[in-house]
């Protein structure tokens, strides 16, 4: 059988009780589509106010609008917020953190969700291809924990987030790069909330597997590789991002004040078993002698 998907509720609570989240302020890195996006979804709904960060200024605009029907149209400037900047720029992290604070009155939640990837044998990889991972999914999250954790602190305390991977923890042949900026952040969300915690900051990750996105469009267009990903899931279906937001939201929310330091996997088992293969892409892509790790394609 097939699992179905949950769909997130915009339902307000019942009885007249005031959203888990109200009052509280959000930064959601990576929030102009995908998991961003569906994690501020979940986040508004509840109560919180967000700031969306993305790379393009057109994309947020859109997320803000689609965010922005649900809620009562006097509520939508005070309710959310956007700013465009790249993660892996401190300028443009401090810049998104001043204005969350700014338009919350302080931040209490940060969700770094800005992520990259690519396939290639580690033999074919460039240095270029190699550090633009890095810098987006390790240091972009560095860089948001860093400014997100001071202001956090000035608030009170708060909850901090990275979306993880599968990946992180589970070897995928011919996405190294990949593999080791998630396994990277998952040590920094370990390492980071062993030392906030004294200061009233949880910090966690979560781990999809493979989730209907727009960055993963190139895999779901092909039926093997797809086939072979479910056929290593319990729970067999594709991710969806509100599967994940789910999982956000309880670890941003008050159910979740004694949990720190975990990393939640949103995989449908994905992780009881092995990675995906993409050995015969890589070989269509770089060649046999690549894909055997031979020598370098090209």
Not at 2 to 14: F, G, I, N
Request: hydrophobic share 45%.
């Amino acid at each position: 059988m097939v699992a179905e998907s949950p769909s997130a509720s915009t339902s307000p609570p019942e009885g007249g009780a005031s959203p888990p989240l109200a009052g509280q302020s959000a930064l959601i890195t990576g929030g102009g589509s995908g998991i961003g996006l569906a994690c501020a979804r979940a986040l508004l709904v509840d109560g919180a106010s967000v700031t969306l960060m993305g790379r393009t200024e057109a994309r947020l605009a859109e997320a803000a609008a689609t965010l922005g029907d649900l809620l009562d149209p006097a509520d939508r400037p005070r309710r959310i917020a956007v700013v465009a900047g790249d993660v892996s720029t401190e300028g443009d992290v401090v810049e998104a953190v001043g204005r969350a604070v700014d338009h919350g009155g302080g931040l209490h939640l940060v969700v770094a969700a800005a992520g990259t990837g690519g396939l290639g044998p580690i033999g074919a990889t460039s240095l270029d291809e190699w550090q633009g991972i890095m810098d987006v999914n390790l240091t972009g999250c560095f860089l948001t924990f860093k400014h997100g954790a001071n202001a956090l602190v000035a608030s009170g305390g708060g909850a901090m987030v990275a979306i993880s991977s599968i990946a992180g923890v589970s070897s995928h042949r011919y996405m190294g790069p990949y593999c080791v900026s998630k396994a990277g952040l998952d040590m920094l969300v370990s390492v980071t909330a062993d030392e906030l915690g004294q200061a009233g900051v949880r910090v966690n990750s979560v781990r999809p597997g493979l989730v209907e996105t727009e960055l993963v469009g190139a895999i779901l267009a092909d039926e093997g590789i797809v086939g072979d990903y479910r056929a290593q899931m319990p729970v067999d279906r594709l991710g969806q991002p509100d599967d994940v937001a789910a999982a956000v939201r309880f670890l941003c929310g008050p159910e979740s004040s004694w949990v720190t330091g975990v990393h939640l996997s949103v995989d449908g088992g994905h992780h009881l078993r092995r990675g995906p293969n993409f050995e015969p892409a890589a070989r269509l892509l770089f060649g046999d002698a690549a894909a055997e790790g031979r020598h370098a394609a090209g």
